[in-house]
């Protein structure tokens, strides 16, 4: 018996078409693996058939990639055309009802997420309650980040938060954990800036 997540194949013409609709219109973060790099992305359009999407970072036709949105598990597949900043994306294995509307419901814009976070390596210095200590980011979305310092530290309710080639952020602490602290973002990194600013980093993974 084949796994409910098995590719299964039909040669009627109307499912065929049905495969291929939108089924909504999305526009959400998601973040999208090709080739041990990863990219931010806006999802648009999704079916069960694929999905098409807004890039932050060079993407060629016929690549494989891996879409990850939310804590669903990833889905795979090519890239089938690119114009400019969009791309529509041909799932390996189609979507079943279930999952196309679970996905569907999780990027929908009611529903209130946090941006996907990316693991990036940087130096950075954390200034809060008058001091100033040296850090380690851990990874970081447009909302907020997670930086590791050298010693434990106890910060105030805010810090201000350094990183080369960005102005410095302001944020609030949402946890502390031995070494390590949460952080917030006063105001949202826009997507271009913080895709740019990746695109720069030498050890970026997911």
Known sequence: MRSSIACKTTKNPANERRSLKRETLVLRVGLLESDGRTSFCLVRNISSGGVQVRLFAPLARGRHVR??????????GRVIWV??????????????????????QKLA?????????????????????????????????????????????TPGPSVLLTLPGLPPLK?????????????????????????DWLGDRIHVSV
């Open 67 to 76: 879409l990850r949105v939310g804590d669903e598990q990833p889905l795979d």
């Open 83 to 104: 114009r400019e900043q969009s791309s529509g994306i041909k799932f390996d294995c189609p979507l079943d009802p279930k999952t196309l509307l679970r996905v569907a």
């Open 171 to 195: 944020a609030y602490v949402r946890w502390v954990a031995d070494h390590e602290i949460g952080l917030s973002f006063e105001a949202p990194i826009p997507i271009q800036v913080i895709a």
């Open 109 to 153: 814009a009611s529903k209130r997420r946090s941006s996907p976070r990316v693991n990036a390596s940087a130096r950075t210095v954390l200034r809060t309650a008058g001091h100033s200590y040296s850090a380690e980011l851990c990874d970081i979305s447009t909302a907020g980040a997670r930086v590791r310092t050298q010693r434990v530290v």
